[in-house]
């Protein structure tokens, strides 16, 4: 049979293979090495030139829940060197002020996430902007939040203003400041740690002894002017900061919403991550939130505040049952006379 003969033949003398090899000889495969730059004829898969955008959105923590927080992580350096140098050191904490509950005692404190303690919150917010400020990376910043030549008060800015870096107590002072002067709420104040960490982020930039202050200004100007209901003007942070001129500060509220590409969005998951973050941040460095006992009176303003939550969820759960019946329970179902006119 024909068959018989063709499988004598060895596949090197195959003319199909012979062709092949030809063709290839023709026209060589060029690999990444061989191509210039300047020639512009290898052409990068989009796969490899862009990101994935869930790995885009987690690489940035003011926008995806999943993402850890950058203070959170500026921190952790300084908190495992403390721990392990009161173990090497056999260093005791001393007496234990913290307050745990017993039997015939409950401590609680008074700082939800929907209701945070304002003071609780801004000396985290002060200590997150402090553990940013101590472990930057590098010096990164813009003319526009320059303390030099931006200054905010008449006062001369002192030589070294580039290089001191300042302490929690400074930090929170000046935060403490804005919000008692202007009456804003705890939640503004964690809404302004977002901002903060996503302009670091959006910009490339780092805050530093001499850009902190006016950064965080406009984290707070954007973020009393979103999440308050009765918005603080601009001219009136004029009024707290004497020395500081209307234009100054609507110039750099511009500047800072082209640096978050207008992205002023917060949701509830990314907030809720800060809160807790924030809570994690106070029990590293013994910033405990005020602890008080549960008395009778609180406790009955708890448990109405459970109750009204369990009713609305009945009314809820009520509500679904009217709009979708299962056909389980076409047995429980009454029929209506109908009205003949």
Not at 207 to 223: E, F, H, S, T, Y
Not at 324 to 330: A, E, G, I, K, T
Request: charge should be negative; hydrophobic fraction near 35%.
């Amino acid at each position: 049979m024909g068959g018989s003969v063709s499988c004598c033949i060895s596949p090197g003398d195959s003319p199909k293979v012979h062709r092949r090899q030809v063709e290839l000889e023709e026209c060589p495969i060029t690999t990444t090495e061989d191509v210039s730059e300047d020639t512009g004829t290898y052409l990068q898969h989009i796969s490899d030139r862009e990101l994935p955008e869930e790995l885009a959105q987690e690489a940035n923590p003011s926008d995806h829940p999943r993402a850890s927080t950058l203070f959170l992580n500026k921190s952790q350096t300084d908190v495992r060197e403390r721990r392990k140098s009161n173990y090497i050191n056999h260093f005791s904490p001393g007496t234990l002020t913290k307050k745990f509950s017993s039997c015939s005692t409950i401590f609680i404190d008074d700082s939800t996430v929907s209701q945070p303690n304002l003071k609780s919150t801004i000396k985290c917010v002060a200590l997150a902007i402090y553990y940013h400020i101590k472990n930057r990376d590098s010096n990164r910043s813009l003319d526009i939040f320059d303390e030099k030549k931006h200054p905010l008060s008449r006062e001369k800015v002192p030589d070294d203003y580039s290089v001191v870096d300042p302490e929690h107590k400074l930090i929170y002072r000046f935060i403490r400041m804005l919000f008692s002067s202007a009456q804003l709420t705890a939640e503004c104040a964690i809404v302004t740690l977002v901002y903060l960490e996503r302009l670091l982020t959006y910009a490339e930039m780092d805050i530093c002894p001499c850009n902190w202050k006016r950064i965080v200004l406009g984290a707070i100007l954007l973020a009393s002017k979103v999440w308050d209901d009765q918005a603080v003007w601009n001219v009136d942070y004029c009024q707290i900061l004497k020395d500081i001129t209307v234009e100054d500060m609507n110039e750099m509220e511009r500047h800072f919403l082209e640096l978050l590409q207008f992205n002023i969005n917060v949701p509830a998951s990314v907030y809720a991550k800060y809160y807790f973050d924030l809570r994690s941040l106070a029990d590293d460095n013994n910033l405990s939130f005020p602890l008080e006992p549960l008395s009778k009176k609180r406790a009955q303003k708890l448990e109405a505040i459970s109750r009204l939550c369990e009713d609305k969820y009945k009314d809820l759960s009520k509500a679904a049952m009217k709009r979708s019946v299962s056909v389980d329970n076409l047995v429980g179902l009454h029929n209506s006379q109908a009205v003949l006119s």
